[in-house]
Structures are given as C-alpha cells and as structure tokens.
DNA sequence: TGTCTCATGTAATCCGTTACATGATTGG
DNA sequence: CCAATCATGTAACGGATTACATGAGACA
C-alpha cells in the first residue's frame, strides 16, 4: 500500500462505519484510531474528494448545517467498500521508526543518568495513563449499542495498547531499577 | 526538537560513540538503531555538512579511501558533544503513530476473519524473529570491549525491543484465540 | 574482467503538517 | 453578545525517501 493509499484507507475505514462529516472523521481517527493511527485536515479532505471523484464515497449537502458552506455528509458506496477491502488487502507497509525516548536513552551516557531516570519516569506515567484510558474505552464500548459486528476487531487494536502499554511499564521499572545498580 | 534536530541528534550521536564515515553511521544507524530509529543517505550527507559549517564535527580526509572522492572520516568536537546533550535534553518529539497491521484489524470486518487470522499469524512471526535477533545482539553485546561506558544504556534500548516483542507475541496468540472463538 | 561493496553527494518527489481564510450555530 | 465548537477548504512549508550520478578498491 504506498503510503498515500493509507490515509485513503483510514477514510474510507471510517465511513465504513457510518456516515459522517470530514470534521466527525477527523475527530474519530483521533478519538478512536488516536493510539495507532493519525490523519490531519490537510489529508483528510483532499482524500475526502477524490473518494467522491472515483465514486467510492458520496456527498450529501446536509440542509443547511453549520460552517462557511453548510455541513457535507459522506457515505461510502458498494464501489467503496471493494475499494477499502483491496486497500486493506494490500501488503503492510511498515512505518520506518523513530523512537525519540529509545534515542536518547541508547546515547544516556551524554546525557547523564538522573536525566534518564526522569525520561523513564515520565515513559512509566504516560503508559500508567494510557492504561487508563484503555480501560474506560473498555467499558464504554462494552455497552455501546449497533457494533456487534465491529466490536470484535475493535478489541483486538484495544489489546493490543493494552499489552503494549504494560510491557512499557514492566520494562520502565526494570529499567529504573537498572539506573539505581548503576549509580552505586 | 523540532523535527529536524532529530536527524541531527542520531548522526551526533553516532559520532560519540566513535569517528566514522557518513557510510559507516548509515550502517550502524541500520544494524544497531534499526529497531527503534532510521535514516536515509538524504539525510545523513546534508547533516553531516551542516555539522561541519557548525563546528559540530570534523571532517578528516582520510588518505585515498575508497570512493570517487576518497572517504573522510568524520569526528565529534568538544562543542558538538555539547550540542548533543542539548539536543538530547529537549522534550521528546512523539512521531504521529501509524500502525500498518491495527489499520487492518481495526477495519477487519471488511476484510474477513481469515485474512485478519493471516495477519496476525504473520505478526507473530515477525516479533519471534525480532526476539530471536535481539538475543543474538545480546550475546555480542556481552563480549564487545571497549563500550563499557555506553553498555548499559543500549542495554535499556534492548530490552525496550525484547519487552514489545514478547509482548506482541502474547498479544498475537490471544487474538487468534478470539478469531477461532468467533469464526464459531 | 566483472561484480560487489564502500563511498559521497544531489535532485526530484512525495507525504504530511501547519497556518491561514471564512463563517455559521450553540450555549452561557 | 461573546466565546467555543462545528465545519470546509487551500497554500506554503518542511522533512524524508528514492533515484540518480559517479567512481575506486577488493575479490573471485
């Protein structure tokens, strides 16, 4: 999947759902994607009109909604969901990494050690919070009604932050018990 | 850090550790970054050059290398030492995440059970791979001489991977436990 | 002799974010 | 009535990858 047929992807992903405004698509990707996923407006709406020019989403003006021009909700058609399924089909791309706390810790030695005992403190409360957050996203879609047949695979991405998120705390506290031997 | 410092912080980085060629901190930026950071030829030469005009690094011609031009040998400086901890000190820039594989299984319902199963067992794959090539690297690491400075800080980075990858597998064996729960 | 690895750089291009422009509706 | 939120788009910018150009030494 080139990179652009990703955000595509995610658009088209969205709508699958239910139909909704580019705004509503762009909140969604960050309230619910928000752990594994990113789209800005930049690419949301272009992305957004060209699905309507290749016939894989439509438009509906909504009668005078809010904003500059009235509010446009989008739909995806029966041409659009083959579409998503083929772009979903397509072979992972894999984001090239880039870990800014793992980069500072392998150079720690320039850093210091105090410093890096704050950044991995700091890693432990944002995994701690994420955590969290996992969990109240459990129980709401626990009781969140007319997704019986997405819900399954929406727990799957949920674990996965889940089991991420604790191997981040294991490995933080392993970590700063390392940094206390080195001290000594 | 703005974004491009990052690059900056990577090459300094690798330039603390020991003089080499823009050649060599590609190499090792892949080999022993590789599963945290990333860089490309673009970036690295530019960087490098930069570095120089900033009286970061120093560039030493070394006699008739290989090459067209012959090959320099690049050098950290005592103010770009100083650089790097400054760099390093800055707040951690989080790159925007974009999972590939939760995209999928996020959306699996319109992909199908068995191909998300394909997919999964594939993940799995991939993070007993990487385990496996994080506990060769281990065992190298135990042996190298010469970097008992920095070994216990690549030692946090390694263990990062080895924590996210058991912890992928975990989560893997759970998930295709739930597929076959569901395909029934 | 020919291919592989080492080596340095530049240019084109793509992807994505940020900032800007614009304005209606809702709620306090 | 004023601020926040909803809403749609475009343009500029910047960062990163890829492809290209170029060539010397090693090794078979």
Redesign the interface.
Known sequence: ?ARKR?TE??VL?AL?VAPMTGYAIREAIRDV??????ESFGQIYPTLARLVDDGHASKTATAAGRGRTGSSTFSITAAG?AH??EL??EP????????????????????GVD??RD?LVQARVGASDRLEAFAAIRAEMATEEGID??R??????L??GE??A???I??AD??LA?LEV?KS
């Open positions: 999947m990703q992807a995610a992903g699958s994607l928000g752990h594994f996923w990113s969901r998503l399924k979903l089909s992972i791309q894999a984001s090239r990494p880039r870990d800014g706390l793992l980069l500072r810790l392998f150079f720690g030695r320039q850093l410093a890096c950044l047949d997405d399954p695979y929406w727990l799957l991405t674990s996965a089991h991420a604790r191997a981040a294991a490995w392993e970590s390392a080195m």
